[in-house]
């Protein structure tokens, strides 16, 4: 997608004309009361004979905002009863909530926490005192007071909100009929989203498909079973109402689509264990010709990979220079220090490393290193940063350089990609006892993960930066490759080859140790591609010379042949039973990393227990599975809402 489709469609989901100054104020408020405890606060706070009108305060804030932004239309005139007097009107309201995606208590900070620093796939990163409270995630000692916890119950619930007020007078709005269908599917499917993160995160919550009254703010936690039942009666009828990816015009790519229905509609029955359903939308997807995996896994995560084949569902950023329309989930993962892109927080685990096979060219797709050269192809280096601890940052949330201000980062936030869908496919197919479509779905994901290559030595190969080469003056080399990082295990490692080992001295990189690699079986490298190709020309199980230049810090240079067995890349998987579904789950893992999935998989899966106490954390069976109910809204609903066990 080039850059101009992508703002116009931005501009229209972001509401940058009229109804995105209306909405202004709105979305500076983070704290905005539409969890229905949160009412009740603000109404008791308020004089009494203002009580009663609390709703119409809301729409006054939600389609009135700053007064400097409107034209001399009097302050409290608009309404729910008549702005949505026409089509384009129903549009901006349905844009206010894709534009909900966008803020910081969905997808940004507390969603980071609660997603992948909880897991075992990323820590906290940034400095050791920053956001000091996101280590209580990372540890499994946060409480209900935590808030996080907080903030993401109240952002689900400050999108559940505008979609019911966009559901609630689409009906009545004069308009195109068709139109007006989309539209509340569209809603639906984002309330089914919201209601899918609430109920995965905190079990039992309050459903409410309407807005409320003063009268009906206290409200009860009702059985999750209830709410997945709600969940895929929004979904169906956005399956049923919407356009196919396709159909949409090029400008309004990024909506939801009927596709991105059926594929929510697949994870949810997957979360519920009804496999049989959870198969049989999956397969509608994949024999719906909509979607495909994209040959390059690099080009994913880049702005040509943005609302690609691969793209079932993503939000929408764009960065401008009136620094309208991006998101903060970019900076708050950005590289810290120089170049200063970011926050450097939620960084991928050496636990993560340990997860990628030998030579799986996916982990440098995922994981961007000290003294890398930034993949924007500017030449910049990621200078070590001595504040952190163990830096290094998720590559799939990097943007190059863009307009306005750092806080405007246009990383697209990919949410539901086909690969994501295949394994659900995959997995439904083995519950299903159909292992036969589910090795063939997982080796689809596997081979496409090769990116063109076929054979390894279980290296990590990574072209030295120019800062890098300066500095270490490697300059008098032929080769700019080194190992970056060696697979425990693999090949390589066994033959003596190691991983880069550096350290910070003075502002300039230190090599412990760099291991540049000069030949493989007498072809002579000069950069990755090339190394690449001279493994590829191997022979699988043949035992190879790859000749080794040896830095280390204080002592002089020495080259040496390390003889290196040759494997496969990614084999197909063949297993059956159980070790299919280990498989599976573990292709998800590596596939899905840093794409805030890991956590939730865990708890599904049942493994969250075992798995986080193999890394040390005290994972409590019966209490961890949930997140606590936040105790503000506890103690704002009369105790309506009751606590979840253990808590």
Known sequence: MNRQMKTNLNTKISAAHTFRARLSCLLQLSQLPHSPCLLRMLRNNLPLQLRNTLPVLLVLVLFTGCESHLDKTPLGQQTTENFFTDEEEAIQATNASYNKLRDWNIHVFDFLGLTDMISDDATKGSTPTDAAFLNELETLTHDAGHQSVLGWWIGNYQGIYRTNVNLQNLPDTDMNPDLRNRLMAENRFLRAYFYFNLVRGYG??????????????????????????????????????????SQYPSADLGRATQGAAESMLARVYLYTEDYGQAESYARNVIISGEYGLLDDYFTIFTEQGENSSESIFEVQATATEEATGGSQYGQVQGVRGTPNLGWGFNNPSRDLDAAFEPGDLRHQATILFPWEELPDGTGRTVIENHTMEDERYNKKAFAGDFPGTIDNYPV??????????????????????????????????????????????????????????????????????????????????????????????????????????????????????????????????????????????????????????????????????????????????????????????????????????????????????????PQNEIDLSNRALTQNPNW
Do not use: C
Request: a negative charge; zero cysteines.
């Open 204 to 245: 039992d919550v309050p459903l409410i498909t309407s807005p409320l009254t003063p009268e009906e703010y206290d409200q009860e936690r009702v059985p999750a079973a209830d709410v997945y039942a709600q969940i895929i009666e929004d979904l169906e009828f956005a399956a049923e109402h919407l356009p196919l990816k």
């Open 412 to 629: 697209n936030i990919r949410r539901f990609r086909y690969s994501d869908l295949l394994l659900i496919a995959a997995e439904a197919a083995y519950r299903n006892g159909n292992e036969g479509d589910a090795r063939q779905f997982l080796n689809d994901v596997r081979e496409r993960a090769r990116v063109g290559r076929t054979l390894t030595i279980g290296i990590l190969p990574e072209n030295a930066s120019p800062h890098m080469t300066n500095i270490l003056n490697l300059g008098n080399l032929d080769t700019r490759v080194f190992a970056r990082m060696v697979h425990e295990g693999g090949p390589a490692d066994q033959a003596g080859i190691e991983s880069f080992d550096h350290a910070l001295d003075r502002g300039r990189v230190r090599a412990n140790l760099l291991d540049m690699i000069v030949s493989v079986n007498g072809i002579a490298i000069t950069d990755r591609e090339s190394f690449l190709d001279a493994v590829d020309a191997q022979s699988d199980g043949a035992t190879v010379p790859v000749v080794i230049h040896r830095i280390r810090q204080g002592q002089s240079p020495e080259e040496f042949t390390a003889n290196v067995t040759v494997q496969e890349l990614l084999p197909d998987v063949t297993a059956s039973g159980q070790a299919l579904l280990d498989a599976i789950w573990q292709e998800r893992r590596v596939e899905l990393a840093m794409e805030q999935k890991r956590w939730f998989d865990l708890i599904r899966q049942g493994r969250a227990a075992q798995v986080m106490q193999d890394i040390g954390v005290n994972f409590v069976t019966g209490k961890h599975e949930l997140f606590p109910i």
